[in-house]
């Protein structure tokens, strides 16, 4: 009877071990799926609406009052964009609304289009 009862205690540790490192793993990758998730938005071209607050022509930034943006889980708020290309700052005044497309890269939030 006792080497039946140590058989099953060893048994159970070792299921119980077995769950605990299972549970690790996943762990582990739903940490690699948030950062494919962050990687993936880094790289995608996200579209928002907003309004334009200011423009700073000699640097190329634009701040912008936004609308929530789905595809990167953003409420909508108040944030500074970097123009791709300098011509786009001339489809833009402040107080005017624009559907616009925006990138990351690295630090900084590009947009891209304008429309």
Do not use: C
């Amino acid at each position: 009877m006792k080497k039946q009862f140590l058989t099953t205690l060893a048994l159970v540790s070792a299921l119980s071990t077995t769950a605990a490192l299972a549970q690790q793993k996943m762990d582990d990758m739903k940490s690699m799926d948030t950062a494919k998730k962050s990687a993936t938005s880094a790289q995608a071209n996200h579209m928002a609406k907003g309004t334009v607050k200011k423009i700073d022509d000699k640097t190329g930034w634009v701040l912008m009052a936004h609308e929530p943006v789905n595809s990167m889980g953003w409420p909508a708020m108040t944030m500074s964009f970097k123009a791709k290309d300098k011509s786009l700052l001339d489809k833009l005044a402040v107080g005017k609304k624009v559907d616009f497309g925006f990138v990351k890269e690295g630090e900084d939030y590009v947009m891209t289009t304008v429309r």
